[in-house]
């Protein structure tokens, strides 16, 4: 009969070129920075960013659109007012690329370090930047 070999013909373990070819895959990456980002909000500047979050707008943005429009739409208000939000950023200084967009609505925006989630767990039970609303269909 034709068909498939059973599984005791396959080889038990990879050719040597394909052993190695795997174990440059297998290197361990450094850990994702972390940050969480601080913002002053520009006057009236809010509800047109909202509206672009929400139009998925800034979603579109390559490369780092999602991201971006993904923390947005969680970030908190602190006490003064600010927005607050954690970031992943391999750009050097962070948020290099993102600064075209946010510059827009922001200013005086600080970085902090911070642990992969330290950042959500500290700013989460405060309230949020923007009203959730629906996405436009």
Known sequence: MGGHPSLS???????????????????TLPAMPHY???????????ARLQDR????????????GKALSNVLSDARRDDDGN???????????????????????????????VEEMEGWHSIGAWPRLFKVRRPHV
């Open 36 to 46: 969480l980002v601080t913002a002053t909000p520009k006057d009236g500047s809010l």
């Open 83 to 113: 927005a607050v939000w954690e970031h992943v950023d391999f750009g050097d200084p962070p948020l290099q690329a993102e600064r075209e967009i946010l510059d827009e609505y922001f200013s005086e925006i600080e970085v902090e370090e």
């Open 9 to 27: 013909a396959l080889p038990t373990s990879l050719p040597q070129a394909e052993r190695q070819e795997s174990e440059l895959w297998s290197v």
């Open 53 to 64: 979050i929400d139009s998925g707008e800034i979603a579109k943005l390559r490369p780092f």
